[in-house]
């Protein structure tokens, strides 16, 4: 059975108690953080993942555009 339940974090457990759900059960829960929510971005950079680019050569500059990109 699936149900989507959008609760605080300090409400899950007595929501979960509230519905019914004993503590022996098991449960999948996903988080999903909408309000704060960081580009990805900002993750990737947070993260140090792309750190090991900081050191590798530069290959193209803006010389080397064939079309420049205007939003």
Do not use: H
């Amino acid at each position: 059975m699936q149900q989507v339940i959008t609760v605080e974090a300090c409400q899950a457990s007595s929501e979960l108690i509230r519905r019914g759900i004993k503590p022996q059960q098991a449960v999948r829960l996903m988080v999903d953080l909408s309000e704060d929510e960081l580009p990805i971005t900002a993750i990737n950079a947070a993260s140090g993942g792309f750190d090991w680019l900081a050191d590798e050569p530069d290959l193209y500059t803006d010389a080397d555009l064939i079309e420049r990109y205007q939003p």
